[in-house]
């Protein structure tokens, strides 16, 4: 009945929560930086929250699993099992995934945090092709659902004004990236 003054509430969409982690520790990453700027563009419905504790973890150890799980590795599963997917960007060190990366997937590989969670790689290279292999690779192993599509936007190399600019022509790309990969989750 139209002008009946009666509202009806909208029904309420859920939030994506999304993880995103830079698999480098470098303060100029272009990783990280790819990272920061999906979260600052996240489409409506979706946030991203990053998780800066990498280089803080100690190396893995099995015998501190457990009641012994380090404060740092424990803050990581958490983020990992609140989150409903998680983003990675990581640079390729050596035609590999580099020692910090992996060692934070180590932390979770004896835990259901990684169990069916919806994960997505993005790129800052256009290089990274073994770490990307092997990254994927490991992510499966771990059982984590692989989202197949990827974001790359090549910023290697450049200085900061220039990636700042071509990250702001590539808003839609990210967001549309993005919105994929919460239809990914969505539809899982």
Not at 14 to 20: T, V
Not at 45 to 52: L, S
Not at 68 to 87: F, H, K, M, Q, Y
Not at 146 to 173: Q, V
């Amino acid at each position: 009945m139209v002008g009946s003054g009666t509202t009806h509430p909208q029904p309420r969409i859920p939030l994506i929560e999304l993880l995103a982690i830079s698999g480098s520790l470098r303060a100029a990453s272009t990783n990280s930086a790819l990272i920061a700027a999906l979260a600052a563009n996240a489409p409506a419905g979706c946030r991203i929250t990053i998780h800066d504790g990498l280089g803080r973890l100690p190396i893995f150890n099995p015998d501190d699993e457990g009641e012994r799980t380090p404060p740092e590795a424990a803050r990581l599963i958490e983020a990992v099992t609140r989150s409903d997917g998680v983003i990675v960007s990581c640079p390729e060190y050596a035609h590999g995934v580099p020692g910090g990366m992996k060692n934070a997937l180590d932390w979770l590989v004896s835990r259901d945090a990684a169990v069916g969670k919806p994960a997505m790689l993005v790129h800052a290279s256009a290089r990274s092709l073994y770490a990307r292999a092997a990254l994927a690779e490991i992510m499966r192993t771990m059982s984590f659902a692989m989202y197949d599509e990827t974001l790359e936007i090549a910023l290697l190399g450049k200085k900061r004004a220039e990636m700042e600019a071509i990250l702001g022509a590539n808003r839609p790309a990210m967001r549309d990236a993005v919105q994929g990969f919460a239809g990914f989750i969505g539809g899982l």
